[in-house]
């Protein structure tokens, strides 16, 4: 069996795979470093944990209760969102692969602490367990230059200024469940409280709509989506640079223009303010998929994931409707799981020893 470990700023999930990706437990430890609670399977307790070694330590535990020990797992994998440009294919952790995770750790200073915090815990724990780790951003190293490249002097660009794209592990978890029946010109759009879309061409991503950071591209839940870097500037100028990252990342989307960024509740409200937000959300994921499907010079079908992509009918329409000039397209909606494809990679990994 396999454990999945996805380590956030203040919570650690984990699902136990079998090794035909059959997902048998999952848990998780919420509010790390303070009064929070454990929940694995149905059950929830309440519990207090010092930090990310100490939920571990916590989570071990609870597996152990359920009959799930480290003498039972041949691997754990763990989630890193950022592999910058070196980190580009699923890989065994080794002394190197830690390095490398935090060299690129300017580029994700509040994800890849953590996703390493779990990785040592793990490895002072269980020493002896081969563990290995999949990069939210390296499905996207397939795309050319022409598009990871911001028009702006090298020596920026040589410093990690330049697109990366985020959602790979959904994306590649789509690609993989398609299988054979994969369409040449895919477009995908992930969409939840984060929302992007990838150009997706003979199973590989040829462009996407995040960038840099998941800042950019479509109008997301609480971030802006594109915004003119001027207009950045202007407002860090005078809110100051923490002030002006909340403002862009945490409260602007469907919250600024809804005043809430659950889709759910905006889709059941009729006022005009709710009406905005949807039609906002939905012109831009359409804007966004032209350019995609420009990079693919067409598009022989289109893939909707995450939980507004999976659940909210009436925004595939919209979006479906905008894209109406491109023909008659065929819709797949599909689940995400990117923790499937976290243990599918580890999987390969072992496999190839
Ligand atoms: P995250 O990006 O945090 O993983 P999810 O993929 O779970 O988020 O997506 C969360 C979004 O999905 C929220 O905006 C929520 O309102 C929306 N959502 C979930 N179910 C529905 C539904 N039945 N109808 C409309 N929106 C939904």
Redesign the pocket.
Known sequence: MILVLNAGSSSLKVEVFTSDLTSVLSGAVTSIGTDGAITIGDETLATKTTDHADALAQMLEALAYAGITLDNLTGAAHRVVHGGTILTQPARVTPQVIAAIKSVIPLAPLHNPNNLAAMLALQAAAPDLPQYASFGTAFHATNPAVATRYAIPQTHHDAGIRRYGFHGLSYAGMVAGFGAALPTRLLALHL???ASLCAIKDGRSIATSMGYSPLSGLTM?TRSGDIDGAAVLRVSTALGEDEADRMLNKNSGLKALGGD?????L?NRDDPEAAFAVDHFCYWAARHAGSGIVAMAGVDAVAFT???GE??AP?RDKIMAHLACFGDVPVHVIA?DEEKQIARDALTLMEAV
């Open positions: 939840g409280n984060g839940g960024n659950d889709m759910r509740n889709l995450g939980g507004i659940n909210a925004i995400a």
